[in-house]
Nanobody
Framework: QVQLVESGGGLVQAGGSLRLSCAPS????????MGWFRQAPGQEREFVAA????????YYADSVKGRFTISRDNARSTVYLQMTSLKPEDTAVYYC????????????????WGQGTQVTVSS
């Protein structure tokens, strides 16, 4: 069973930065894309950023463009989310996900999910 483990969440002041990491644990798998989603209290899970594993093409939600950067480490099958200029509205549980066959921005295309890591941005 594939497991994804996130790290790097925490509490930060508005305007600050955090870097989230996500690495697989257990069985290896072929990857089409890896992405980050987030869910705030009382809200539905929403797309944040994704990267096509083979091409390196990246995709971002409009709300985070210019502030967040997604990247990958092929050797470690690790994906990162560098978050800068954080805003209180970025507060959410952030989830890492991996898709084996297709999908980028649609959460239902993803096959594996991490447990989530809390990001809290104070004003």
């Amino acid at each position: 069973q594939v497991q994804l483990v996130e790290s790097g969440g925490g509490l930060v002041q508005a305007g600050g930065s955090l870097r989230l990491s996500c690495a697989p644990s257990g069985r290896t798998f072929s990857t089409y894309a890896m992405g980050w989603f987030r869910q705030a209290p009382g809200q539905e899970r929403e797309f944040v950023a994704a990267i096509n594993w083979s091409s390196g093409n990246t995709y971002y939600a409009d709300s985070v463009k210019g502030r967040f950067t997604i990247s990958r480490d092929n050797a470690r099958s690790t994906v990162y989310l560098q978050m800068t200029s954080l805003k209180p509205e970025d507060t959410a549980v952030y989830y890492c996900a991996a898709a084996r066959r297709s999908g980028v921005t649609n959460q239902y295309a993803y096959d594996y999910w991490g447990q989530g890591t809390q990001v809290t941005v104070s004003s």
